[in-house]
């Protein structure tokens, strides 16, 4: 009995050791931290959460594929009339795809996102059906979108797990990170004289060393969520939170902390 009692509880110290750490519980209830595309620390990373405007990652990753920056879209009353965080885009004026594509991940912007969802399908529900057949060919198994820019839904949610999949996607397409990498955006109407301003809603950006992207996400329901990816010395660290807490002074801390990690593992 004592030989089978040890057996057990050497078998339970080795799976707890398996576990991945979390060394920052206070963080964000979910949360996943990958150094060079590996996963390294972990909370809750299969659990369904509403993932606001990181969604539109999966928006961007559609629009990329077969990816014309210079093509054409017009921006429909639907679009127009988009609730959230917005440009005041006007209904009938046209937009490089290029344009829209940086409004919507820069600012957040709910009427470009809707705009290039039509673009990109017809109409929104047509191109939630293509984000769903997306996320299911990426192994994404705890993501379900309803809407294109993630405004908060029953059956709109997704993992810590399942958005770094997403991320890591995403991050073999250079021309997305040359977006998210500034700071500041401007557009222009290609049929109208007027012009949108806007700022990088990622704080990392321009204060971070190496801070690339990737996108910021914010509703009621989600809280504060925050995809981050930044390179230093050849070393890559992703870092998303879902429902976090000072997501900016949380984040810096963390790809310190990862990038010191890397350090001490060469």
Not at 4 to 13: D, E, K, R, T, Y
Not at 111 to 130: N, P, Q, S, T, W
Not at 138 to 159: E, Q, V
Request: charged residues 25%.
């Amino acid at each position: 009995m004592r030989l089978l009692l040890g057996l057990l509880l050497s078998c339970h110290a080795l799976l707890a050791l398996a576990q991945p750490p979390d060394p920052f519980p206070e963080a964000a209830s979910a949360y996943r931290i990958e150094i060079d595309g590996k996963p390294v620390w972990e909370r809750q990373a299969s659990r369904r959460l509403p993932p606001a405007s990181l969604t539109k990652l999966m928006t961007a990753l559609l629009v990329l594929d077969g990816y014309r920056p210079q093509a054409v879209a017009t921006i429909s009353r639907t679009a127009a009339t988009a609730t959230g965080s917005r440009l005041g885009l006007r209904s009938g004026d046209t937009f490089r795809i290029e344009d829209l594509l940086a409004a919507t991940l820069l600012h957040s912007a709910n009427d470009a996102c809707r705009a290039l969802a039509e673009h990109v399908a017809g109409d929104e529900a047509r191109f939630v059906r293509r984000m769903n057949r997306r996320a299911r060919e990426l192994g994404m198994k705890d993501t379900r979108f309803a809407n294109a820019c993630g405004h908060d839904a029953p059956n709109h949610y997704s993992s810590a797990r399942d958005l770094a999949l997403l991320a890591g996607e995403l991050l073999k397409q250079r021309a997305l990170l040359e977006l998210t990498a500034r700071q500041h955006g401007k557009i222009s109407a290609l049929n109208a004289p007027r012009e949108y301003r806007f700022t990088n809603k990622n704080a990392l950006i321009g204060r971070y060393r190496g801070a690339l992207g990737l996108k910021t996400g914010y509703t009621s329901k989600a809280g504060k969520c925050l995809i981050a990816y930044a390179e230093r010395d050849h070393v890559r660290v992703l870092l998303v939170m879902l429902h976090g807490g000072e997501r900016w002074w949380d984040a810096a801390d963390i790809l310190d902390i990862a990038f010191d990690h890397a350090r001490q593992l060469r």
